[in-house]
């Protein structure tokens, strides 16, 4: 069976744009920071590891774990268990490092929930970024059909929602303010992972482990379809979720190939939302909506 597949998250029900997250002046909302706190242990942690297993290039650059996530503190326990277990299987002393009793190991399950959908409209606030790019990156997604986005002027923390007065913090990183990052900064907000780590991904991609950082082992790690939402929608290879061949490498070699080769050069494109992915969101957003269904012309997908 051919499935698509979007994470169904206990989202919050408002979101903030910022131009970089992990930045030592960062003004994110109060009730942000201690995500913003715990992700930055975790990170800390992860890099010292990486030190002791000489592993440097195991990670993205940017300080977040799959380049533009922030952590909550169980994805952060989570992300520090993988970098004790690869330290435990090099015989490493890590007991410097943890000096937080909090830091415990525990098993987890992201349980699918239908409440944790965003209602609409999904008010926004925009700090510290371009408000023209953001404007028209939302408008795009609501031309696709029933998601619908408001703009706030001003700060309003009292909001309520998912999670009471908080909201979503959303990153697209120093620099790199286009229209496709923050729509894919915004897809991951709406509820959706990379699509390397599909729970079918192994149908159409080989993942080549040896050219890929112990501890980077976990972006590629499958989902399992019991906490996941799938729909019947092919293989997207062209998805702005989508990585490249080589992201991740610790030595400059692909970490996944397509095993249909003709997509080699589709992987990681710098694209807008594809037919596929506008479908994704059109199934689990809009399901009960009345509005005209898209049409593909593409007879092949």
């Not at 399950?109 to 953001?134: D, G, H, M, R, S």
């Not at 990379?194 to 040896?210: G, M």
Request: glycine content about 4%; some cysteine.
């Amino acid at each position: 069976m051919k499935n698509n597949i979007i994470i169904i998250i206990l989202l919050l029900f408002c979101f903030t744009f910022t131009a970089s997250l992990l930045t030592q002046d960062i003004n994110v909302p109060k009730e942000n920071k201690g995500s913003l706190e715990i992700t930055k242990l975790a990170m800390n942690i992860i890099k010292e590891v990486e030190e002791l297993t000489e592993e440097r290039n195991a990670m993205e650059q940017s300080g977040l774990l799959q380049e533009d996530e922030m952590l909550t503190k169980e994805q952060a326990e989570e992300v520090i268990e993988d970098a004790v277990k690869v330290a435990r299987e090099c015989r490493l002393d890590l007991s410097n490092l943890f000096s937080n009793s909090d830091i415990i190991r525990r098993k987890r399950k992201i349980e699918v929930k239908e409440n944790a959908k965003w209602e609409f409209p999904i008010k926004y606030y925009i700090q510290e970024a371009n408000e023209t790019l953001v404007e028209i990156s939302l408008k795009l997604i609501e031309n696709e059909r029933c998601i619908r986005f408001h703009k706030l002027y001003f700060p309003s923390f009292g909001i309520p929602g998912k999670s009471p007065n908080q909201f979503q913090d959303v990153s697209t990183g120093q620099g790199r303010t286009t229209i496709r990052n923050i729509q894919h900064a915004t897809m991951h907000a709406l509820g959706s992972t990379h699509k390397q780590c599909r729970a079918d991904r192994n149908h159409y991609l080989k993942i080549t482990k040896q050219n890929i950082g112990f501890i980077a082992e976990r972006n590629f790690r499958d989902l399992n379809i019991s906490n996941s939402t799938t729909y019947n929608i092919k293989y997207d290879y062209g998805s702005d979720m989508h990585f490249a061949v080589d992201s991740f490498t610790k030595n400059g070699e692909p970490t996944m190939l397509p095993k249909n080769l003709l997509f080699f050069k589709t992987l990681g494109v710098d694209s807008s939302l594809t037919f596929l992915y506008v479908m994704l969101l059109n199934l689990y957003y809009c399901s009960d909506n009345s509005l005209e269904k898209i049409k593909c012309y593409n007879r092949d997908l």
